[in-house]
């Protein structure tokens, strides 16, 4: 097999995980959602707005320490600042839909806003998979194999042993 399935081995598995952190977070959002809009009067766009952001912060963890927790961890500041930027403008994608479904077409039974939260975080989902990978989580530099195989192989050697200093005679 040749470099490009490799690569496309990494792409499927970098999608699998992705789609798990993401699957989880979407059961997040939705139960969040629809028990926020259970047990309070604030309107549909707030309860969702709430329940995003709840997911967000779940979906953080997950992706920095399952999905991409091979990628460079260097730039925490960074990472995390790129990270909540994406987000919020996932959060605006995601409830905008459901924004102009509920108060452009006055789709607002709880069915029909579930549906639409859920369309809504489809939209976002393809968004923040792109920039997440592209900008957030990003890949660490290529190794050449031969330098990979070099650093394996020194991994094997037994190092020499270290023998104190001799003293000068006096």
Do not use: C
């Not at 309860?47 to 999905?67: E, K």
């Amino acid at each position: 097999m040749g470099r490009g399935s490799a690569g496309l081995r990494r792409l499927v598995r970098e999608v699998a995980r992705f789609g798990a952190v993401g699957g989880a977070g979407l059961l997040v959002n939705l139960l969040v959602f629809n028990l926020v809009r259970h047990v309070t009067d604030l309107q549909v766009v707030r309860a969702s707005v709430i329940a995003t952001v709840v997911a967000i912060a779940f979906n953080y963890v997950g992706f920095r320490y399952f999905a991409y927790r091979d990628r460079d961890k260097s730039g925490r500041t960074r990472e995390l600042t790129l990270f909540l930027l994406f987000s919020a403008v996932g959060l605006v994608i995601e409830n905008g839909v459901l924004y102009a479904a509920t108060y452009g077409f006055g789709w607002d039974s709880p069915l029909q806003s579930n549906v639409f939260k859920f369309l809504g975080i489809g939209v976002a989902t393809l968004f923040r998979f792109w920039s997440y990978r592209s900008w957030v989580f990003r890949a660490l530099p290529a190794r050449e194999p031969v330098e990979a195989l070099a650093d394996a192989e020194s991994f094997l050697e037994t190092p020499e042993p270290v023998r104190p200093p001799q003293r000068a005679r006096v």
